[in-house]
């Protein structure tokens, strides 16, 4: 791909992706709010104990193939075509079996209900197995807007038909179906954006037909073990607390905090993120390039996500309070501690596409699984000796931050890039970040609780950060504009 493509598809990408990952989270936002005012905290909580089951089962399904495909330069219709095949085949036999385990599921944390529940909740990833291949192919070829465009349309629909089934009094099983939806029409758009159709050759040759999977598996199945260990992470919360507290209410409330914290990284990671593997992908074969194209990636993603994230933790009590009401308080100051995690998630994602990038599964995959083991590890110590919840997401928050000196020094080691050169990209943007919504929060802390007080926070902290990096002549707030701005008049 020339240089000057490749620059106008990452820009393209990044604009993209910033547009339709706001838009995502903000419709995602409006519908869990509505939701929220609904349902309650122990609705929440049952459905956090069924999502790392179905998490994991779609991370078996689809097997890491989808990042093995992207870091192919030209994958063939075979190839695509063999991912189709063992994703449907590993799908389906992976939901009969958990068919089969639901009660099992259900006596483990001592609620019926979740039998029949978990029955129809893990149909999802069935639904999802038919359209990896597809999204692997627009992933791969930078199609950020069609897959835009698609993930913005499920989220309207799944949203309307969530919100209709709360008011109808379904209450988690409104939950359970929208989720449905939602996988259901990214499949269907997935097949309508991407040209790519897989054969019916497996039917007349299977084992030719996944021959090309197996010869990825080598490099996949480390993302795999990876990508699993990735959703053991995530999830601890969500298994552990119901385990701890029956009932659903602490994992609900739980569960509220983490949902805006991971869309907020949502928003700021999922641009770089669709660009990210293949543009590194591209610079793979020049040393100065590929560390010059990580270090300006990384430099964006510290610029957007440090204020993003830290300013949400300064709004977290305005805004759990007022828009999803006073029955979700506690959820307020775990938000704000999550935040700060949050902030610096989108940056460990940079540096996992990274080693991605070199070929280096079997690294990932290494970290991926030590952090796994700390987390957990940590979580059932801490409640084991009598702390609250709020020390163990401290832990968990503490532990994913000091995460990144593991990544960094990877990132030394693949492309050279020295600890002082990653410390100015991050530190000086994550400092200035702190201190202005410091300065906000005393600025505005005699106020009280109200949509004034939320909303001159937001506009003063939006005023300080680019006001000042704008009097300092930053030159990452000159890129971003003017890929904003002049990009299309170029």
């Known amino acids: 791909m020339p240089t000057s493509s490749l620059k106008q598809k990452t820009a393209q990408g990044l604009i993209w ?33 069924l999502v790392i ?112 089934l709360a008011y109808a009094g379904f209450a988690y099983w409104g939950l359970a179906l929208q989720g449905l939806v939602y ?50 992470n995530n999830n601890a919360f969500g298994v552990l607390l119901n385990r701890f507290f029956p009932g659903g209410y602490i994992a609900g409330i739980y569960s509220n905090a983490r949902k805006w914290d991971d869309m907020a990284i949502a928003t700021m990671g999922g641009m770089v993120q669709g660009v990210a593997q293949p ?73 996992s596409n990274l080693v991605i990038s070199r070929g280096r599964s079997t690294v990932n995959m290494t970290i991926g699984v030590l952090n796994c083991a700390f987390v957990w590890g940590g979580i ?11 020390a163990m997401v401290a832990y968990y928050v503490l532990l994913n931050i000091a995460w990144l000196f593991v990544w960094q020094t990877c990132a030394r080691r693949l492309i050279g890039l020295r600890w002082w050169h990653a410390f100015k990209d991050i530190a000086p943007f994550f400092l200035f970040a702190l201190a202005v919504m410091v300065a906000t929060h005393y600025a505005t802390a005699a106020l009280p609780l109200s949509w004034l007080r939320l909303i001159l926070r937001i506009l003063l902290a939006v005023a300080l950060y680019l006001g000042t990096l704008r009097l300092a002549h930053a030159r990452i707030l000159s890129e971003s504009y003017h890929y904003l701005f002049h990009r299309r008049g170029k």
């Open 279 to 351: 543009v590194l992908r591209e610079s793979a074969h020049d040393a100065v390039g590929i560390q010059s194209a990580f270090r300006k990636l990384l430099r964006f993603t510290c610029f957007v996500s440090f204020p993003c994230l830290l300013g949400l933790a300064l709004i977290a009590e305005d805004f759990i309070v007022l828009l999803a009401g006073e029955k979700w308080h506690e959820s307020a100051f775990l938000l704000s501690l999550l935040c700060f995690y949050g902030a610096f998630s989108p940056v460990v994602t940079l540096y």
């Open 17 to 49: 992706g910033g547009f339709s990952n706001g838009m995502m989270q903000l419709l995602q936002a409006v519908f869990g709010l509505w939701l929220l005012n609904i349902l309650a905290p122990e609705d929440y909580g049952k459905m956090a104990a």
């Open 380 to 390: 059932i110590v801490l409640h084991a000796l009598g702390y609250a919840l709020t």
């Open 183 to 232: 996988v259901a029409s990214v499949t269907a758009f997935a097949w309508y954006f991407s040209p790519w159709r897989p054969s019916l050759s497996v039917f007349r040759a299977p084992s030719e037909t996944l021959r090309p999977a197996w010869q990825m598996f080598g490099f996949s199945s480390k993302l795999l073990v990876n990508s699993l260990a990735f959703q053991f």
């Open 53 to 164: 089951f179905s998490n994991i089962a779609s991370v078996l399904q689809e097997s890491g193939f989808t990042a093995a495909l992207a870091n192919k330069r030209e994958p063939t219709h075979e190839e695509y075509n063999a991912v189709f095949w063992f994703n449907v085949i590993v799908g389906v036999a992976l939901y009969i079996l958990l068919f089969f385990a639901a009660p099992l599921i259900a006596d483990f944390y001592e609620e019926p209900v979740l039998c029949p529940l978990a029955r129809v909740a893990f149909l999802g990833f069935v639904f999802s197995c038919f359209g990896t291949a597809q999204r692997a192919y627009l992933f791969g070829h930078l199609m950020v807007r069609q897959t835009s465009l698609m993930q913005l349309a499920s989220i309207t629909l799944s949203g309307v038909v969530g919100v209709c």
